[in-house]
Nanobody, 116 residues
């Protein structure tokens, strides 16, 4: 099982990034996908989630209207489009796959730094 994030980097405030999470080794289309982030010295927090079929998405209040989660069940990939980035969005972003009740996988994380 693998979840491999990519697309992180350094961006100026107001800029955009698109994170990708490539999945392998499990039946991607049956798993809900989530993006978490963890800023230095803070707890990991849920940023966005999408159901297995892509019909329902949810967002943390702090990113609503700026971030969009999506998935491609043919390419086995989840995405997080991040617009209007702010310095407080700086964190390591993690991809997570979950199928209740007991299956859960994590990626290794990708650093996003928002700074001028």
């Amino acid at each position: 099982v693998q979840l491999v994030e990519s697309g992180g980097g350094l961006v100026q405030p107001g800029g955009s990034l698109r994170l990708s999470c490539a999945a392998s080794g499990f039946t991607f289309r049956t798993y809900d996908m989530r993006w978490f982030r963890q800023a230095q010295g803070k707890e990991r927090e849920l940023v966005a989630s999408i159901t297995s079929g892509g019909g329902i998405t949810t967002y943390a209040d702090s990113v609503k209207g700026r971030f969009t989660i999506s998935r491609d069940n043919v390419k086995n990939t989840a995405y997080l489009q991040m617009n209007s980035l702010k310095p407080e969005d700086t964190a390591v972003y993690y991809c997570n796959a979950r199928r209740r009740p007991q299956y859960m996988y994590w990626g290794q994380g990708t650093q996003v730094t928002v700074s001028s």
